[in-house]
């Protein structure tokens, strides 16, 4: 039974999305994660490194705990509202459908050759500065963002559900979530992130790899390019400043035949990352939906991996 509640948790995803009108967990992560900061960092006077290792450490077991204790009052409760709620955290843990409607509606913009509404849907997306893109960089903003989040969105997420139960798939929520809120490279986080950036490493640093051969498989099944793909990926994946970013982007660009990365602005500042793909072709709409699709299969394929291995495991553990 507990083998079905992945895919369950993916269905559901696939069917309902993210519902508006229903307050998202991250959300309520977020508010423990700010919390946390301003308690170790206005109320202790710890040096800045050993305050963010307290307030990952905070966010982390306190977000295992909730669930946990979900589960087994779901469970005393009755055996059917366990394996409810274990979907339920699981669906909450992946977002495929969501990525989808992002760039889609960014698609949806360019092909009506509104540039000024592609921008802002796209700004929903990415952290650079949008407002003078043009179609072409638009496009590539959106693909980077469909490629990164295929594996911290869905792959990464599938992976610890499915291994480690609803309670995995939330301690790699919490990590991302800190990752997010605290992992930059700045004067106020360069060290009181340096917990939450490494632990998200951590996590991420297998299912980015494994993403990489779900996609090449996604690209062989979609008539895209697989073979580019994973030489995109032995090409540039180390050239991230990532140390996982670089694979499920660089393996995408391979696939789709484009380039990724180069030159882009955050807060007026001009920034420029290593180049991803070898092939420099033409991004537009299209270039949005092909990426799309590719997600969608990988993920699903990624998803029938690990059903496959997990079966077989405990076939194997159980003669």
């Known amino acids: 039974m507990n083998l079905l509640l992945m895919p369950a948790a993916f269905l559901l995803d696939l069917l309902l999305g993210d519902p508006q009108w229903f307050p998202h967990p991250v959300r309520l992560l977020g ?4 919390g946390a900061e301003r308690f170790f960092r206005s109320r202790t006077v710890l040096p800045l490194r050993v305050a963010g290792v307290l307030t990952a450490a905070t ?14 009052q779901a469970a005393r409760f009755h055996p059917v509202a366990g394996l409810v709620v274990s979907v339920l955290l699981l669906y909450f ?9 992002h760039a889609g509606a960014v698609r949806r913009a360019l092909l009506a050759g509104d540039l000024p509404l592609a921008r802002q849907k796209v700004s929903m997306m990415v952290g650079r500065d949008t407002l003078s893109l043009d179609q072409e960089g638009v496009s590539r903003a959106a ?15 599938l992976f610890y559900g499915l291994f480690f139960g609803p309670a995995g798939a939330w301690l790699y929520k919490a990590s991302n979530t800190l990752d997010s809120m605290f992992g930059y490279r700045n004067e106020r986080y360069l060290e009181f ?4 950036a490494r632990f998200d490493d951590l996590m991420n640093f297998l299912p980015s790899r494994m993403t990489v051969l779900a996609v090449a498989a996604a690209a062989f ?28 982007e660089s393996a995408f660009a391979g696939a789709l035949g484009v380039t990724l990365g180069g030159t882009r602005s955050y807060g007026g500042v001009m920034k420029t990352v290593p180049t991803l ?19 969608y299969v990988s993920t699903s394929l990624f998803l029938a991996a690990g059903c496959a291995i997990l079966f077989f495991t405990e076939q194997f553990i159980s003669r």
């Open 93 to 101: 843990a992946i977002a495929p459908r969501d990525l989808a409607a």
């Open 193 to 196: 992130g340096w917990a939450s």
């Open 143 to 157: 693909v980077e963002s469909v490629a990164e989040n295929t594996s911290d969105g869905v792959t990464a997420p």
């Open 221 to 248: 099944i979609l008539r895209l390019d697989p073979v580019f793909s994973i030489r995109s990926v032995r090409a540039g994946a180390r050239l991230h400043e990532s140390p996982n970013a670089g694979y499920p």
């Open 59 to 72: 966010v982390i077991g306190m977000t295992v705990g909730v669930v946990q204790l979900l589960l087994w």
């Open 31 to 34: 508010m423990l994660a700010s």
């Open 277 to 295: 793909g070898l092939r420099n072709g033409a991004m537009d709409a299209s270039t949005i939906g092909r990426a799309t699709r590719l997600m």
